[in-house]
């Protein structure tokens, strides 16, 4: 397939299939600036033999039964449908001049509407060669179509889709204009807007206007549409656990330790986070244009959160507080690590939801993301290597509390390490296996998995390291009191038996002929001393 041509030759045209496909991928990665696609002066890529604009994909859910348009907000009115408004096409002065008013007909500009599992309705071969999107001569004699037009085939469910709709230029005017159209959506699917023009004089053809894409709930995409709920659900997780954590907080606040300090810091981020998240989709929802701020609020809080949950881990994972008193030589490295991650994982937040990417490429794509992936690696193995350090330091000093409490986390990582890797595996099937998106019902859950994760293992650091009387008992107390605190832990829980105190007496009489024979040897050392000092006048 060549798309560095211009029309191709009858039977040797590029093949729209895959050509829609690449395209329809794009945009599936990409999320839209609002449901309103916007176009400013937009520019036609040549595909093949033909100029084609991608004007937005996205899930639609039929319009409810009982809908009648009346009543409600005009968001949430039960009505799914395409609309277009001020489209406007604008060819080169060039390509004006070389039409006239008897050829109207060869200055033409289409747009295609199509859902996702119609795509093979579009394009044609002739003689067994690739399809072609616009009609050549050897088609039009072959399958019938218009030559200089968009090749359609009625669909197998409905025989008015796709639906084609013609603007022309007239005489030798610079600009062609649609009038305003709205296409109800009756069926569920993934639907699909292209932007053809066939005539190889329209190079350098560029559009302005809006389409605005509704489902019966709001102006969300369909894809989009289920994290309104997601948010507002894991806000509500997060009240909750806010509340509990709160509680002992402040119920305890004179045992609290550093480590309880980032938790907090932790659970308000992600609180935080999630609210913004629930407010972004609900405005979204309600007016159709996505609010770059409160998303670039969002995402910078995001990156920050999970920059220090990640951070939070490691250094708990390195005994921060109950091992050792502080990270020593390290420090510079983890903060190096922590500004290093925020900012690979702010570009690619801020590239992923803020603003339109359609523009963006996979290859720029693929360039934000190896990073985070690669530190999101790195990060797993200091944790586990400092995590298995700590314990064979705890197993040394035989602090059976803190012991069977890193004990527990390490077990809460693995089992969150392991769902990870299956999830990413699952993710990988998933998208490998719906190239076209129409699974996107269920796509959001791929997303969601990752913020409900993240919860669960906030949770049980929580349970783990909760505010009590006895916190002190994990913090760091210097050789001695770690040394001891099995005995300490074990005294708070049941009295002390016979053989208990028969340790304690037998610990008792070492000590005193320890003292003794220190006693002795020091006076031995006062009567060698005037010795030593008479030899040496």
């Known amino acids: 397939m060549d798309l560095g041509r ?22 599936a990665i990409a999320s839209c600036n609002a449901s309103i696609h916007a176009y400013n002066l937009d520019s036609f890529s040549e595909v093949g033999n033909a100029y084609l604009l991608h004007g937005g994909s996205e899930g639609v859910v039929a319009s409810s039964a009982d809908s009648d348009g009346a009543g409600g907000s005009a968001a949430r009115d039960g009505l799914s ?32 509407i199509f859902e996702a599992a119609d795509r093979d309705t579009i394009g044609g071969s002739a003689y067994g060669g690739q399809r072609s999107i616009c009609c050549t001569p050897d088609l039009a004699k072959l399958e019938g179509c218009k030559e200089g037009q968009v090749i359609k085939f009625p669909s197998t469910t409905n025989i008015n889709w796709p639906i084609v709709w013609d603007v022309v230029f007239n005489g030798d005017s610079l600009s062609a204009n649609m009038d305003g159209k709205e296409v109800s959506i009756t069926k569920t ?54 509340v509990l954590w709160l509680i002992q907080y402040v119920r305890f606040r004179n045992d609290v330790l550093q480590l309880q300090h980032c938790v907090t810091a932790v659970i308000a981020l992600g609180l935080v986070e ?99 992936v690669f530190l999101n690696a790195f990060l797993i193995i200091w944790i586990f290597t400092s995590l298995a350090k700590t314990l064979e330091q705890l197993q040394a000093k035989r602090s059976s509390v803190k012991l069977d409490i890193y004990r527990k986390f390490s077990n809460a990582l693995v089992i969150m390490v392991v769902a990870s890797v299956a999830w990413i595996g699952y993710e990988v099937y998933f998208k490998a296996t719906d190239p076209y998106n129409e699974r996107w019902q269920s796509a959001w ?24 009387q006895s916190s002190q008992r994990y913090a760091y107390s210097g050789e001695k009191g770690d040394a001891s605190d099995d005995e300490e832990s074990q005294s708070l829980t049941r009295s002390t038996t016979e053989g208990d105190v028969s340790l304690v007496k037998q610990h008792k009489r070492d000590s005193s002929i320890n003292q003794a024979n220190s006693d002795f040897n020091s006076e031995d050392e006062e009567e060698d001393t005037p010795q030593q000092d008479g030899k040496g006048h």
Request: net charge neutral.
């Open 6 to 27: 211009g029309r191709a030759a009858s039977g040797s045209s590029s093949d729209p299939s895959l050509i829609l496909t690449l395209l329809i991928l794009l945009s």
């Open 81 to 112: 449908y395409i609309k277009f408004q001020n489209i406007t096409f604008w060819r080169t002065e060039e390509a004006a001049g070389e039409f006239t008013d008897l050829e109207n007909a060869t200055s033409l500009v289409q747009a295609v």
């Open 189 to 242: 699917g993934m639907y699909n807007l292209f932007f053809v023009a066939c005539d190889p004089k329209l190079k350098g053809l560029r559009m302005s206007g809006e389409t605005v894409w509704k489902n019966p709930d709001g102006y969300l995409p369909g894809r989009m549409a289920p994290f309104l709920n997601f948010y507002a659900l894991m806000s509500l997780a997060y009240v909750l656990l806010s």
């Open 274 to 372: 999630m609210s913004l998240w629930y407010l972004d989709y609900a405005y979204f929802n309600n007016t159709g244009v996505r609010p770059v701020q409160i998303t670039s609020w969002v995402v910078t809080i995001g990156a920050i959160r999970k920059t220090v949950s990640r951070l939070l881990i490691l250094c708990v994972s390195m005994g921060f507080g109950v091992v050792k008193p502080t990270l020593g030589g390290l420090t510079g490295k983890v903060v190096l690590l922590g500004v290093t991650y925020f900012l690979a994982s702010e570009l690619l937040d801020i590239t992923e939801y803020v603003g339109t990417i359609n523009d963006i490429s996979g290859r720029a794509r693929i360039f934000l993301v190896v990073p985070d």
């Open 445 to 468: 859950i791929i997303t969601a998995f990752w913020d409900v994760l993240a919860f669960v293992l906030l949770a049980v650091i929580c349970y783990l390291w909760a505010p009590s």
